[in-house]
């Protein structure tokens, strides 16, 4: 284990630190291998009631590491479909968690750090936060977490995010519940003690099949996510080895303008 992910147990509560500050907390295969062991285990352990999720510095999470996106360029189709699926087990693993989950967002989140937003049970941030699904910039879809984020925020706003891949701020996220609140950042840890109050008050079985029946009658289950799962890291590994993926890609990690911006 690598110190990727930071635990900290603060009397019930779990607290799970994404700890990659000098890279803004972006998503390698480490960091998304060891938060779904910290998850798996806070989950398994009786001792633990809620489980924080944060991120360390600046950012709550850039999305992919440009290691990894470099990676994703020289993979094949298979290996960019394996890969895809280990993000999508992270991302079910957190939104089916028995017990509940709360992310404290301190910071920008972009990419698959809106997935994880978007999966936990209560999402609080700091105002300063700024959030994109900027897939399409690379050539590329928010495949994986499209259906947690599609759940969060609806239909609607998620066909022109996800094709505009623009930057927006807290307070939008508020208003298309990617948040359930926004706060100053002095404020945050306050906002988030209330919440985990509010949580112990309550059984945690009772907790544990509310959060179940929530999701069933929203029409969400386990044995439909594995399937979607499935279909969208086909969709993605297809989307990355493809002549525009590449393309798209390579002008990122190169920092020059994609092709298809002479056309705008």
Not at 95 to 113: C, D, E, I
Not at 240 to 245: A, N, Q
Request: aromatic share 4%; proline share 3%.
């Amino acid at each position: 284990m690598s110190d990727a992910i930071r635990r900290e147990y603060r009397g019930s509560t779990a607290w799970l630190t994404l700890n990659r500050p000098e890279v803004h907390n972006a998503f390698d295969n480490v960091l998304i291998a060891e938060l779904t062991i910290a998850l798996e285990q806070a989950e398994a352990d009786p001792a633990i009631r809620a489980i924080v999720l944060t991120g360390h510095g600046r950012s709550f999470s850039a999305g992919a590491d440009l290691h990894w996106m470099r990676g994703m360029v020289a993979a094949s189709e298979t290996e960019n479909r394996a890969d895809s699926l280990r993000l999508a087990r992270l991302m079910r693993t957190l939104q089916f968690l028995a017990k509940p989950t709360l992310v404290r967002v301190n910071g920008a989140a972009y990419g698959g750090g809106v997935g994880l937003v978007a999966c936990c049970d209560i999402a609080i941030g700091s105002d300063e936060a700024k959030f994109s699904l900027s897939e399409v910039k690379l050539g590329l879809v928010p495949a994986v977490i499209s259906p947690y984020v599609i759940a969060a925020i609806g239909l609607r706003q998620a066909r022109r995010l996800f094709v505009t891949g623009e930057v927006f701020d807290a307070a939008s996220a508020v208003q298309m519940g990617l948040l359930h609140a926004a706060v100053p950042a002095s404020e945050l840890d306050q906002a988030i003690e209330q919440q985990l109050q509010l949580l112990a008050k309550a059984g945690p079985l009772a907790q544990r099949e509310a959060k179940q029946l929530a999701l069933r009658i929203g029409g969400t289950d386990l044995t439909q996510a594995e399937r979607l799962d499935i279909a969208n890291a086909e969709l993605i590994a297809r989307l990355r080895v493809s002549e525009e993926g590449q393309h798209g890609l390579a002008a990122f990690l190169e920092k020059r303008p994609p092709a298809w911006l002479g056309n705008s």
